[in-house]
């Protein structure tokens, strides 16, 4: 207890030391839960992940979160994805770990003029309506001159990296024109060009201490071009840290999207199914697209093990793969004759037979109205994901085997309904130039 309390009765200036006592302990309490918050990851969603984030920081029950996953998938509507929550224009990221790179006084220092180029493009002004043309022309020159300072402008570019901040500019009217969705973004492409040793150390420190998903991916893609394989271990072992943050309700709000096609690239099946029980659409979208169809088996036994709705997924995967792999075929054939397939299930097949494909996160709001897409979220996971006809991004030019699976399937179902909507399928495939 403080002492000028325990003073004697007889001291005039007790009742204001008490007063003046009160409210300094109230002030480093105060200061001490600001700090605390201001280092936790934004309640919203991280940028460019702005459709339907779940706001709630209590993680579910598994009976919870087991129901609202194997729930039938429901497209959400254009007045649900217009209402959505946008993330705010600035966030303060969350680091995993310290930074591990040199010690300060023996790495290179940033210059006077790269710190200036760098701050020049942070104080874009997010604040005050759409962006101007003129201010995403003056915006782009400051980041090509940046760029053009080559291993100069790294200690900068590194600098601001280290503080965490990030400016998103997805939310803001007018950005598109900036050519970037984030200030971190461009800073990464920026390391990116310049390219070096220098840079790839940067990048690499990034790795090792980012907690946005986005960013992770971005940088696996840009580690893998400049020394394929080279970094894949360190790729897989960052996103094992932020998926284990994640579920253990660390980073409230945000979505993981971006990490999976990553492990579809650089992970194993037996790594992904370990994640299904928390992220089972996004866990299950990865296994249909590892490379040389290695998820492919695990999709086979999903499809056995579970009934009813519980499979539907796995075998609208199947369905989305078996153009290419005859395994996911024979699965579905399998399935049709021993009559384990709902109609409800056999509907998401035939959308898939007929060139529905998924992906992962959330469409990007500039890509323009696409007819036959669907938009998903499920609030177990904070999983996003949208589908539309491949035909919407090109000629299909698998619509032969698609109708050579639709003749297999034909064959081996006596469902009614399933043999109405294939033979529909197939009459409307077959009139396609």
């Not at 290695?294 to 519980?310: C, D, K, T, Y």
Request: charge should be neutral.
């Amino acid at each position: 207890m403080n002492r000028s309390v325990q003073s004697s009765d007889t001291k005039p200036a007790r009742g204001p030391v008490i007063w003046i006592t009160i409210f300094l302990a109230a002030t480093i309490v105060g200061g001490a839960w600001y700090y605390q918050a201001s280092r936790r990851p934004a309640e919203s969603s991280s940028p460019e992940e702005p459709v339907a984030p779940s706001t709630s920081t209590a993680k579910p029950s598994v009976a919870t979160k087991a129901a609202a996953e194997d729930s039938e998938l429901r497209q959400l509507t254009p007045e649900e994805i217009a209402k959505a929550p946008r993330p705010p224009a600035v966030i303060q990221a969350t680091s995993r770990v310290a930074a591990t790179a040199a010690p300060a006084s023996a790495r290179a220092q940033p210059t006077p003029y790269t710190q200036q180029l760098v701050a020049g493009l942070a104080q874009l002004d997010l604040t005050r309506g759409p962006i101007t043309a003129e201010q995403a022309a003056q915006w782009k020159l400051g980041l090509k001159t940046l760029t053009e300072q080559g291993a100069a402008a790294v200690p900068a570019i590194r600098e601001f990296l280290e503080k965490n901040l990030e400016f998103d500019y997805t939310a803001v009217k007018g950005a598109e024109a900036l050519g970037h969705s984030s200030m971190r973004a461009a800073m990464l492409e920026a390391l990116q060009q310049i390219g070096g040793p220098e840079a790839t150390e940067v990048m690499l420190q990034t790795l090792h201490t980012t907690t946005l998903p986005s960013e992770i991916a971005r940088l696996a893609d840009y580690l893998e071009r400049q020394s394929p394989g080279q970094y894949r271990p360190e790729t897989v072992g960052a996103i094992n840290e932020v998926l284990a943050m994640a579920s253990s309700g660390q980073l409230p709000g945000w979505d993981v999207a971006p990490l999976f096609p990553v492990l579809a690239k650089y992970g194993d099946p037996a790594s992904l199914q370990q994640l299904q029980s928390q992220w089972k659409y996004y866990t299950t979208m990865a296994l249909a697209g590892l490379e040389g169809g290695q998820g492919i088996p695990a999709l086979v036994r999903q499809a056995q093990e579970q009934a009813g709705s519980r499979n539907d997924f796995a075998l609208q995967m199947l369905a989305q793969q078996a153009t290419t792999y005859p395994e996911a075929t024979a699965a579905l054939i399998e399935q049709a004759r021993a009559n384990q397939i709902t109609d409800s299930t056999w509907r998401k097949i035939v959308a898939s037979l007929a060139g529905d494909q998924f992906f992962m996160g959330t469409r990007p709001a500039d890509a323009g109205i696409v007819p036959g897409m669907r938009t998903y979220h499920i609030a177990a996971g904070n999983q996003n994901f949208y589908s539309q006809p491949v035909a919407s991004t090109g000629a299909d030019p698998r619509i032969p085997q698609r109708l050579a699976v639709i003749d297999q399937l034909l064959a081996a179902t006596s469902n009614a309904f399933a043999r109405q909507a294939l033979q529909q399928t197939r009459e409307s495939l077959a009139r396609v130039p």
